[in-house]
């Protein structure tokens, strides 16, 4: 054992730790800077780092999210989607309609894009309905994360994980043996939310709605141009003082920040800082000749501008740049008016925040922003569900017979998966159902480098023998207490990394340990397959529950819903035990009894 490499290694892991769970860098950069040390100290070599990019079950994740990118703009979702919500009015029928349909459909597609289509609806929804939206946007994202941990293909997790067994010699997992713990977890975790879940949810407004008496979350800047009329009046002869949804709180004047008094006298240069409604603004701008937007950052034409609401993505390029250095006018045909933060009061210029995942913007979009938005992954739409693409019906219904079967072949092991999802997107080119440039738009790069770099981690875990160093430690300590606890260790410690920083991050970590375990325990008689280990560290690392931070469509509802961090342990904890309970049950019984 070599214990130089496995001070690098743990090293490795604490900056990792350390960076991922604080924030200080993007993910992606995180491994790659965690990947080239490893590599430069001969921990793992060229080969191993390059075989990620190569893995089968990768290639398969990205043709999934492609191929599911296809089928959202096609419109396909909205078939079923129209008639399971028609009609009602309440919240419990709402809730048991959306967690079918969210774990159902999950379970075959990227669940990312949809909570990003069904957000905008529930937001809708809710206003009809007189329903608060923290009421729902937990079961939403709690049923994406169920239905994904269903199959193989439902989450990127479980394909990774098959991924990381084959290049350890194991034999590749069935897309369906996921399903002996998920399709028990969607049925308790739909009673659950149901009846227990549905009175911890916190019942509070929205951003939105709580503009009237939340004035300081929301901050909405304006410019007092050169020769105004404004120009040398006090803020009561204007009429700033009794402005219909909107309060000035500051003005910022030579980069001083002054507090608001009847009497203060306004100055051409001035930034004037208001905090309410924002849809206001575009009125307050009409109605007061000589304020605008701040310079640089005005739209070519007021006359197509829309008041549309985004959540800044975990992949945003926009992640830790201030406003206005993001070049965001440009970019989007849009500009950034206010900023909402959950639990942060912000002040100041908005040009000077810096923009953190999870953050809420309101936006005066222009007629070019849906276009454009098309092409990136920065941030997800909230107020307005952005126009699908609605092709012939027979080509549609043609694409979903086509992935059905190919998922039934691959099912029965007739032919691999990857190479009928390789057929399904010749089919889609050949039909011209999407484009070239519409496929190349779809794939997510940062995930392919995490994904593959994930697959290097798990080596160099492997070669410096830390993976053995600890694996003997929790055997030591958890065997002569029986496989149930060692496999109820695992899964918390897979979920507790996973609910800090990611899912993948707990995998590229666990999976080596569990898998010596099991190989030790296979040597000593114990058990006769690793499966039950790597399937315990699998759902560890898709109970993504108790906090906000670990998996993307918590992220996505975070701030939309007014939740605070608490929220998601008072309601996800239960839920997190009772996965818990479940997957070691169940996979004791099948496969160590």
């Not at 190569?54 to 396909?76: D, F, H, P, R």
């Not at 069935?174 to 939310?193: K, N, Q, W």
């Not at 998601?568 to 496969?591: A, C, Q």
């Amino acid at each position: 054992m070599d214990y130089f490499q496995i001070f690098i290694v743990l090293s490795v892991l604490l900056y990792m730790i350390i960076s991922l769970y604080a924030g200080y860098q993007r993910t992606i950069v995180v491994y790659a800077i965690s990947i080239t040390i490893l590599g430069l100290f001969g921990i793992i070599s060229t080969k191993e780092i390059l075989q990620g990019f190569a893995n089968e079950q990768i290639a398969t994740i990205l043709l999934l999210i492609i191929i599911g990118n296809v089928i959202y703009k096609s419109g396909l979702i909205d078939l079923f989607f129209n008639p399971v919500f028609k009609r009602v009015k309440t919240i419990k029928p709402f809730l048991a309609r959306l967690l079918f349909f969210v774990s159902s459909f999950s379970a075959f597609f990227n669940n990312a894009p949809l909570v990003a289509m069904l957000m905008p609806y529930i937001n809708n929804w809710s206003v009809k309905n007189n329903v608060n939206q923290s009421k729902l946007l937990i079961p939403l994202s709690y049923a994406a994360i169920l239905g994904g941990s269903a199959t193989l293909i439902g989450t990127s997790t479980n394909l990774l994980i098959n991924g990381m067994l084959i290049d350890a010699g194991g034999q590749s997992l069935d897309i369906f043996e996921f399903s002996y713990v998920g399709l028990p977890m969607i049925l308790l975790g739909t009673v659950y939310l149901l009846t227990i879940g549905v009175r911890l949810l916190p019942d509070r407004p929205s951003p939105v709605k709580s503009f009237g008496t939340n004035k300081r979350d929301y901050l909405v800047e304006v410019f007092v141009a050169e020769n105004s009329p404004l120009h040398a009046k006090t803020v009561e002869e204007v009429g700033l003082r009794n402005l219909k949804g909107l309060f000035l709180v500051e003005i910022i004047r030579d980069n001083y920040h002054l507090s608001v008094s009847p009497k203060n006298i306004i100055y051409s240069g001035d930034k004037l800082i208001f905090a309410g409604d924002t849809k206001e603004v575009i009125d307050l701008i009409d109605e007061f000749e000589g304020l605008e937007l701040p310079q640089g950052n005005q739209l070519s034409d007021k006359k197509t501008v829309e008041v549309v609401e985004v959540v800044v993505s975990p992949n945003s390029t926009l992640q830790g740049n201030k406003v206005k250095l993001s070049n965001f006018r440009s970019k989007f045909d849009a500009v950034i008016v206010a900023v909402h933060r959950n639990g942060e009061h912000l002040s100041g210029k908005i040009g000077d925040i810096v923009l953190r995942a999870g953050d809420v913007l309101l936006l005066y979009a222009n007629k070019g922003f849906y276009t454009r938005i098309e092409r990136i992954n920065d941030f997800y739409l909230i107020s307005k569900l952005k126009e699908n693409t609605f092709y012939k019906l027979w080509k549609r219904v043609l694409l979903l017979l086509g992935l059905t079967l190919v998922i039934i072949l691959s099912a029965l092991k007739i032919i691999a998966l990857f190479k009928g999802l390789m057929a399904v997107l010749v089919f889609i080119l050949i039909f011209k159902i999407a484009g070239l440039n519409d496929l190349k738009n779809s794939l997510d790069l940062n995930l392919l480098g995490i994904a593959a770099m994930s697959l290097a981690l798990g080596k160099a875990l492997l070669n410096s023998g830390l993976a053995e160093f600890i694996a003997g430690d929790l055997l030591s300590v958890f065997q002569p207490l029986g496989i149930i606890p060692l496999l109820a260790a695992l899964f918390i410690i897979t979920s507790l990394i996973a609910s800090f920083m990611t899912n993948i991050t707990a995998i590229s970590i666990v999976f080596p340990v569990a898998y010596t375990i099991a190989i030790n325990l296979i040597n000593q008689g114990s058990i006769s397959t690793v499966i039950p280990f790597v399937f315990i560290i699998a759902y560890g690392a898709s109970a993504n529950y108790i906090t906000p931070v670990g998996y993307l469509t918590n992220i996505m509802i975070y701030s939309t819903g007014s939740y605070r961090f608490g929220d998601f342990l008072k309601v996800g904890l239960p839920l997190w035990f009772l996965h818990l309970i479940v997957s070691v049950s169940i996979i004791y019984l099948i496969y160590i009894r």
